[in-house]
T-cell receptor, first 108, second 118 residues
Framework: GQSLEQPSEVTAVEGAIVQINCTYQ??????LSWYQQHDGGAPTFLSY????GLEETGRFSSFLSRSDSYGYLLLQELQMKDSASYFC?????????FGTGTQLKVEL | NAGVTQTPKFRVLKTGQSMTLLCAQD?????MYWYRQDPGMGLRLIHY???????AKGEVPDGYNVSRLKKQNFLLGLESAAPSQTSVYFC?????????????????FGDGTRLSIL
């Protein structure tokens, strides 16, 4: 089976940097993905790591360490619109298993 | 570009009633998925399909059935609705297996169906 752990809530101020961690246990691993979901909206894809290291996409970066079964999402220059839930997900076989999500609150 | 479209968007049922949720995608994706999302539980996979005519069970399949008669459509059925099935249901699709050969095949989600069962 597969299981993921991430913090339930993180609060940060506008303009700051925040890191959302994700640890996983999996019997088969095909990469770590991150999805964003605003209240009442649909999840949308943010980033994907298949190999160890850092992937950067604009203000967002994602990191993976397969030996530690650990990854994180880094959000820089936080904006109010970044207030949302963020889900890590591991791929295995034909499907994704999602974590329970981290609610990010960005304050002025 | 419609992407993934779910109908209906909202529905209220009485215990024991049946209904079908429809998911349609116009991206020619092979893989389709049905999830339910409950507070504090994240997204849990109900059933999925790897191509037309195929279906497979996910993490929480009990009480649900699915069909994939056409590549672009994936139907989720509740034969006898129960209050425990009150949830937000999301459909998603992807071009191929997520993470196949180390490549990224992100899932594209519909806007969800909010289902309440009284």
């Amino acid at each position: 089976g597969q299981s993921l752990e991430q913090p339930s809530e993180v609060t940060a101020v506008e303009g700051a940097i925040v890191q959302i961690n994700c640890t996983y246990q999996t019997s088969g691993f095909y990469g770590l993905s991150w999805y964003q979901q605003h209240d009442g909206g649909a999840p949308t894809f943010l980033s994907y790591n298949a190999l160890d290291g850092l992937e950067e996409t604009g203000r967002f970066s994602s990191f993976l360490s397969r030996s530690d079964s650990y990854g994180y999402l880094l959000l820089q220059e936080l904006q109010m619109k970044d207030s949302a839930s963020y889900f890590c997900a591991v791929g295995g076989g034909n499907k994704l298993t999602f974590g329970t999500g981290t609610q990010l609150k960005v304050e002025l | 570009n419609a992407g993934v479209t779910q109908t209906p968007k909202f529905r209220v049922l009485k215990t024991g009633q049946s209904m079908t949720l429809l998911c349609a995608q116009d991206m020619n994706h092979e893989y389709m998925y049905w999830y339910r999302q409950d507070p504090g539980m994240g997204l849990r996979l109900i059933h999925y399909s790897v191509g037309e005519g195929t279906t497979a069970k996910g993490e929480v399949p009990d009480g649900y059935n699915v069909s994939r008669l056409k590549k672009q459509n994936f139907l989720l059925g509740l034969e006898s609705a129960a209050p425990s099935q009150t949830s937000v249901y999301f459909c998603a699709s992807s071009y191929s297996r997520t993470g196949a050969s180390g490549s990224n095949q992100p899932q594209h989600f519909g806007d969800g169906t909010r289902l309440s069962i009284l």
